[in-house]
C-alpha cells in the first residue's frame, strides 16, 4: 500500500506564562491508502494537537509547530503557503471534532454550513451545493434532509450533528478523514451509531481515517493500526491485533490491563496506573513515563528511549523488554 | 412573535404607570413649588395660580386628572381650539367627530405654551441629534473595535483602543467648545452654534429634507455627542470578535479550507455583534436623554434644556412629560433590541 501522509519529527510548543509547553515532541508516523489509523492516549497526551498541527490549525500564537515535516502527495503542509493549504483543507483533508454542541456556527443554517465546502472547493453555486448537502444528510442518516437543510444545529440532537459533522467533513470526499474524538461527547449508543456509520462510509468512499480517542475499546474494532501517545511522544505502535495481543509498553500494558474484558472468566481486579500525567512544561531527558513506571530501571531516568522495532510493524520506545523484565 | 411584541407593548403600559406614580411622588415630595421666587409672589396671586392649574386640589386627585388627560382619548365634535387646555398630541378627525389623545399639561413657565409644544418643536431636534450621535458611534465604533481585533496586539490595536480611550475620557463640556474653535471658528469648515433642520418635521420627528444643510449643522455636535459611545461600541466589539475567534466553530470554517476573510465575515461578526446590539438599546435611550450639556454648547434648540431648567423650576408638567417620554424610548429601544437579537440569533426565538 503506498503512503498517503507521512509526518516526521513533528514538534509543536506553546508559549504560556508558565513557560513553553512542549505539547508534541518529535512525532512520526505515516498514513497509508485507505488504512484507518488509531492515535490513543490520555488528555493532554498531544493527540488533538499533533492532527490539528498537520492541518495548521493551532492557534498560533501561542502555538508554533517548530519542527518537523507532513508530506502529502509530495509536498510539505507544514511549509506550503495559506492558499496551499486551504485548497487541501475540507477538500482533500477533512476534520470532525469533538464536541458537536460547540462546533456549529448557531447563527448560519445547517444546509449552509454542510454546502459550504462545495462552495469554496468545487465552485458549485449555492443551489447546487444545498441539493448535493441533502443526499450527503440522507447518506449519514439524517431523516427528511431536505427540509431539514433550513434548521438551525440547536434544532438537532448531539447524535444528530455529529453525523451532520461527518456529512460536512465527507461532502468534497476527501482522501484522509481525521476525527478528533468524534464520539467522546456522546451517549454509548449513539457512540456505537457514529462508528458504524463512518465503517460504512470508509467502505463506500474509501478514504483513509486518522481516528484519535482516549477509548481503547473503540480503536479494536475500528482501526487497523494503533498508535499510543504519551506526553507528547509515540510510545507504542502496532498493527490492532498484535497490539493488543502482546502490548509491549509499560503504559499500554496498563492502559489495557485497566479496560474490564468480557472474555475472561474468574475475578480479576482492574488495574490502576499510579501518579499523574507528566507536566509538560520541560521536554525530559528521561523516558516520560518513567516516573510512574514499575518496570523503571537505571537507564530510564538518564535516556529517552527512541521507538524500537520489537516484531514486525510492531514498534516500542521502552528500554526494558517487559516479558522477561530485562534490559534491551 | 406577533404575541411577543403584544405582551412586551403591555408591560409598558404598566412600567409608564409605575414611573408615572414614582416621579409624580417623588416631584411633590422635593419642597417648593412652581411659583417661589426669591421676592415671594402675593399670596392671592399665588392662589390663583395653584387654582388655575389644580395645585390646590388634593394630590391624588391631581395625579388621577394627569392620568386621565393623558391616557384616557376624548371623543368630542368640537375641532381642536388651539387653547392651552384642549391641546392634545394626537387629535384625528373621524367622520364628524374628533378623536383626541394624550394632553400633557401646560407648562407653567409660559402662558401659551404646552408640553406637547415642547414634544413638537424640540424633541425632533433633540432626537435627531440623539440619532446622529448613535450613528456616529456605530459607524465609528464598530470598524475600529473589528481592526483591533482582527490585528490584536498590533500598532492597529493600541492605536484604536486609544481612540477609544480618549473619546471616553473626554467630556462633552471639553471636547465641544474645542471643536467649536477649531472647526467652526478657525477652520470655518461647520457652523459654530445651531441646528439644521426646522419645524414642522415629517412623522413628527424627521427634518424635511436631509441636505449638506441639515449635516453641516448636525456632523459637530453628533460627533461631540457620539464620540464617547463609539469608544463603548469600538471596546465592547473588539472584546466580542476576540471571544468569538476562539469559538470551536471558528476553528470548523478555518478547518473546512475558507479564506480567513470569509471566516471573519460570514461565521465570525455576525455573532460577535450580538452582545453589541444589547447595549444598541440602552446607548440610543442615553444619548437622546442625555443631550443636555451638547445642546447648550452648541445652541441646539433641544429639549434636554427643558428636561433639566423643568426640575429646578418644579415645572411639574414638563417633569412629567420628559420622564414618561424617556421611559418610552427606553423601554421601546429595548423591545427594538430583542427584536433585532431574535433575528441575528435563531436560537433565540420568543413566544
Known sequence: ?328 | MGRYIARRLIYLLVVLFVVSAITFGLMHAVPGGPFDREKALPPEIIENLNKRYHLDEPLLMQYGRYLYDVFIPRISATPPQGSVDDDFLITVKLGNVWFKWMNFGPTYSSRSRTVNDIFRQQLPVSAQLGIMALLVAIIIGMPLGILAALKQNTIFDYLGMSVAIFGVSVPVIILGPLMIWIFGVTLKWFPPTGWGAKPPFVLGIFPRELGPEFFRYAIMPSVALGLGSSAIIARLTRASLLQTMREDYIRTARAKGLRESLVIVRHALKNSLIPVVTILGPLFAALVTGTFVTEVTFGIPGMGRYFVTSITNRDYPVIMGTILLYALILVIANLVVDIVYAYLDPRIRYD
Open chain 1, 1 to 328: 500500500m503506498t503512503e498517503l501522509l507521512t509526518v516526521e519529527g513533528l514538534e509543536t510548543q506553546f508559549r504560556t506564562r508558565e513557560g513553553t509547553v512542549h505539547a508534541v515532541n518529535g512525532v512520526s508516523f505515516s498514513l497509508r491508502e485507505g488504512e484507518t489509523l488509531g492515535i490513543v492516549g490520555e488528555s493532554g497526551c498531544g493527540k488533538s494537537v499533533t492532527v490539528m498541527s498537520i492541518l495548521r490549525l493551532i492557534p498560533s500564537p501561542p502555538g508554533k509547530v517548530v519542527a518537523g515535516k507532513a508530506i502529502y502527495q509530495g509536498k510539505d503542509l507544514l511549509k506550503m503557503s495559506d492558499e496551499e493549504i486551504r485548497h487541501i483543507r475540507g477538500a482533500q483533508i477533512s476534520m470532525v471534532f469533538q464536541d458537536p454542541m460547540t462546533s456549529f456556527n448557531p447563527v448560519l443554517t445547517i444546509g449552509r454550513q454542510v454546502a459550504e465546502p462545495l462552495e469554496i472547493h468545487m465552485g458549485m453555486s449555492r443551489k447546487q451545493a444545498l441539493e448535493r448537502a441533502a443526499e450527503m444528510l440522507a447518506m449519514v442518516g439524517i431523516p427528511n434532509a431536505k427540509e431539514r437543510l433550513n434548521d438551525y444545529p440547536h434544532q438537532f440532537s448531539g447524535g444528530m450533528r455529529q453525523r451532520v459533522m461527518i456529512a460536512m467533513a465527507l461532502i468534497c470526499t476527501p482522501q484522509i478523514l481525521i476525527a478528533d474524538e468524534p464520539t467522546t461527547a456522546l451517549d454509548v449508543t449513539i457512540q456505537a451509531q457514529i462508528i458504524d456509520l463512518v465503517k460504512r462510509l470508509r467502505d463506500e468512499l474509501g478514504m483513509a481515517i486518522i481516528w484519535i480517542t482516549h477509548d481503547l475499546g473503540i480503536i479494536a474494532g475500528l482501526a487497523d493500526r494503533v498508535a499510543v501517545m504519551y506526553g507528547g511522544y509515540i510510545i507504542e505502535m502496532a498493527q490492532v491485533d498484535e497490539l493488543y495481543a502482546h502490548p509491549t509498553h509499560p503504559y499500554t500494558i496498563g492502559l489495557l490491563g485497566s479496560l474490564p474484558r468480557m472474555d475472561e472468566t474468574g475475578h480479576r481486579r482492574l488495574i490502576s496506573i499510579d501518579g499523574l500525567p507528566p507536566v509538560l512544561l520541560e521536554k525530559p531527558n528521561y523516558c516520560p513515563f518513567a516516573p510512574r513506571c514499575k518496570y523503571a530501571v537505571e537507564r530510564c531516568w538518564h535516556e529517552n528511549p527512541p521507538l524500537m522495532s520489537v516484531a514486525p510493524e510492531h514498534q516500542v520506545a521502552c528500554w526494558v523488554d517487559t516479558q522477561t523484565g530485562r534490559e534491551r
